[in-house]
């Protein structure tokens, strides 16, 4: 047998012996010969101060929103949702803290969940816990990979806004006799017991919660996020807001520079969405204050590939160039 | 008998043929020039018969379709599914399997690329000279963004370089096809409708990183709307695939075809009884896998899809056509959101052996004819 096909044997068995032994190095130091071309959301750093209190305010200029597509939750019971197709992103970063708006199309602002029949507009973020080492699944995570979840409450904005709605304000028409022990929290055992759907007093309309699965979804032991939303025009814009610093069991950390994960919900109350009935995201690259952007790599050393690159390409095309005419040339 | 068979002289300079793989690879033609120690050494790369792309390609595929499976569909499904015993042991030994298929596929994916490229150098000029410098420069710009960027990360300019190399190289790639008249039109349709679908996903993720990056605030000009009319061309791709490579005797002689209707069919079924069944899992799945949001009449992806696989099957089925099969198999595996490098990696090979295959095949040619004349020298 010629020595060519036997090298070409040779050369077969060597090539995919060299990719399988690639592909298990790479496995076993799970490590990617691949990179992320997805969409990202960047946190862009400021230096003025961000209103608490005004999801309209001018600083959200700075911000850099992206769109992001929503659709129906179709995995686990209940499903439905999917009225909003869009949400639109931003997020800034000052050094303190890191904040997120919401703003999506909204026909009707819905802030009651005082009747059977009414169901509230709301909002949420989630991140995974572990700051996106594990990539979780992102409907409410998975058993060895958590989420942490920011729900913004079109009701508890209202309960903030004008006060707790009670019975009274749902059925004014409504008449008892008498209602004994009506201010008395030991005949409110939600109230009484902490329960937080109870509570008539409240510090933010954002609940801060952790999930690992379906079925796991529970409120967060410590609640740091704070928020508004505001409704104008059609439109809501939700802004949450967070201390960057927190402790090791107090939410998920973010880091000037770093990146994680981000994925969005919104329920339409008027379109009787609730729990799993939401249009919801897909995880989408978040990256925090402008050192993050370049993937910590500084401007000269983009400089420098580029200028390689240019070279080579370069060379390539004069390569090329002289490969095919040369070989026009040749050819009768 | 296709152009390339009835002259082989023509089809190393002339445009790309219609039958692809009618061409690719292609024994028994004559050596006009003799064998050289270059064409020897190219034989070595080409193979008997067979370039070294058949085995790499067909691995890719192989790998691929293991990930799409494994990683991406089963892995993600299964985190949501009680298991304990030796269901748990199982479901962990295929999603690291499905893992390890994709670190293949994704080493693979780059190495097919530099065999495209070598052999596109090799094969006759495809249109003006300028346009194929410029698909060269395109390819090797792609391979280099695409092992370079893994290793130093990604950043909006980063993203934006390579995004719009994949897509110039796209259209590079489509453009001679699509104005070369000796291709019949439901090829030239069915590409540039791939094309165009890559190019809207493209605008929706290139348009709001530059924005980004440029600092401007709002949001790009019909990013969302583009991006659903990406899905539409989508789903229209799987008609124009079928009425470009498939063939309408296969369903109306239908009991002559079963074996090739078999597998698209059950696929089909399968999709649309999880849909029925549990509430739309498949609409996560779509969401997840391929990037598509399931938002026209479920029909027509289900008639997409089930035409598309029917052309697939048609392709690998009779062995006339393979190379097709394959980079429709590519295609599948990319799907519509191309997330990471890798996946746009398989893009541009699909489109680029659906688009270039005669040429590339006039370069295998004359490593075949050099090993057979050897063969029969050394057997004299």
């Known amino acids: ?332 | 008998m296709t152009l390339s068979r009835a002259c082989p002289e023509r089809s190393r300079r002339s445009l790309p043929l219609n039958n692809v793989t009618d061409a690719l690879p292609v024994r028994g033609r004559s050596v006009r020039d003799g064998v050289r120690m270059a064409d020897r050494a190219d034989a070595v790369w080409l193979g008997d018969g067979e370039t070294l792309l058949r085995p790499i390609l067909a691995a890719l595929v192989a790998a691929g379709l293991t990930e799409l499976l494994l990683l991406r569909m089963l892995s993600r499904v299964g985190v949501h599914i009680p298991k304990e015993g030796l269901v748990l042991e199982g479901y962990s030994l295929l999603t690291s399997l499905g893992s390890f298929a994709f670190n293949v596929a994704t080493v693979l994916a780059p190495l097919s690329l530099v065999a495209l490229t070598y052999l596109l150098t090799r094969s006759a000029r495809v249109g003006p000279a300028a346009l194929g410098i410029a698909t060269l420069s395109g390819l090797l710009a792609l391979l280099f963004w695409s092992l370079v960027l893994p290793l130093v990360g990604t950043g909006p300019e980063a993203n934006i370089a390579f995004g719009m190399t994949s897509a110039g190289l796209l259209v590079l790639l489509a453009a001679p096809y699509w104005t070369n008249g000796e291709v019949a039109l439901a090829r030239r349709i069915a590409v540039g409708l791939m094309v165009a679908a890559f190019l809207c996903s493209a605008y929706y993720t290139l348009s709001n990183t530059a924005y980004h990056l440029l600092g401007w605030t709002g949001s790009p000009p019909y990013g969302l709307p583009i991006l659903g009319l990406g899905e539409a061309l989508v789903v229209a791709t799987g008609f124009a695939v079928f009425w470009a490579w498939g063939s309408w005797r296969w369903l109306k002689e239908w009991r002559a075809h079963k074996m090739l209707l078999a597998l698209p069919s059950i696929v089909a079924i399968l999709l649309l009884g999880s849909y029925l069944a549990n509430g739309s899992t498949s609409a996560i799945l779509a969401l997840w896998t391929t990037g598509l949001t399931l938002y026209l009449p479920l029909p027509l992806y289900l008639a997409s899809f089930w035409l598309y696989l029917v052309t697939v099957s048609g392709c690998l089925g009779g062995g006339q056509r393979t190379y097709e099969g394959w980079a429709l198999l590519l295609l599948l595996v990319a799907g519509y959101n191309l997330e990471l490098t890798y996946q746009h990696l398989l893009a541009v090979v699909a489109v680029l052996v659906l688009t270039r295959g005669a040429a590339l095949a006039s370069a295998s040619a004359s490593g075949t004819a050099a090993i057979q004349q050897a063969r029969a020298a050394e057997a004299l």
């Not at chain 1, 608490?52 to 769109?67: H, I, T």
């Not at chain 1, 990256?287 to 910590?296: L, V």
Request: net charge negative; proline share 4%.
């Open chain 1, 1 to 332: 047998m010629a020595w060519w096909a036997t090298s070409y044997r040779k050369a077969t068995l060597l090539l995919f012996g060299l990719v399988l032994l690639a592909a298990g190095l790479l496995t076993v130091f799970d490590l990617r010969l691949a990179s992320s071309q997805a969409i990202t959301l960047t946190a862009n750093q400021v230096i003025e101060p961000v209103p608490l209190d005004d999801p309209f305010a001018a600083v959200w200029n700075q911000a850099s929103p992206v769109e992001i597509p929503l659709s129906a939750q179709e995995v686990t019971q209940p499903m439905g949702g999917g009225s909003a197709r869009a949400v639109t992103a931003r997020a800034l970063v000052d050094e303190k803290r890191i904040y997120f708006l919401l703003e999506w199309e909204d026909a009707t602002e819905d802030l009651s969940l005082a009747s059977q029949e009414a169901f509230r507009d709301a909002a949420a973020i989630e991140f995974p816990s572990d700051g996106g080492q594990t990539l979780p699944s992102f409907c409410m995570g998975q058993t060895n990979a958590h989420v942490d979840i920011w729900q913004w409450k079109g009701d508890w904005q209202a309960d903030i806004d004008r006060g707790f709605a009670s019975v009274a304000e749902t059925y004014p028409n409504a008449h008892v006799d008498l209602y004994p022990f009506r201010d008395d929290k030991t005949f409110y055992p939600g109230w009484a017991v902490g329960n937080p759907f109870s509570q008539r007093e409240r510090v933010s309309p954002v609940e801060s919660l952790v999930a690992g699965g379906f079925g796991t979804l529970t409120s967060a032991d410590v609640q740091r996020v704070a928020g508004v939303g505001r409704w104008q025009d059609g439109r809501w814009r939700v802004l949450f807001v967070r201390e960057l610093a927190v402790g090791d069991d107090d939410g998920v950390r973010f880091s000037l520079g770093g990146s994680t994960n981000v994925a969005f919900a919104v329920w339409d109350g008027s379109r009787g969405e609730r729990d799993g009935q939401k249009s919801v995201s897909q995880f989408t690259d978040l990256r925090i204050g402008r050192e993050a952007e370049s993937g910590g790599i500084s401007t000269g050393t983009w400089i420098l590939i580029i200028a390689l690159l240019s070279g080579l390409l370069a060379a390539l095309v004069a390569a090329s160039g002289w490969f095919i005419l040369g070989r026009g040339r040749r050819s009768p």
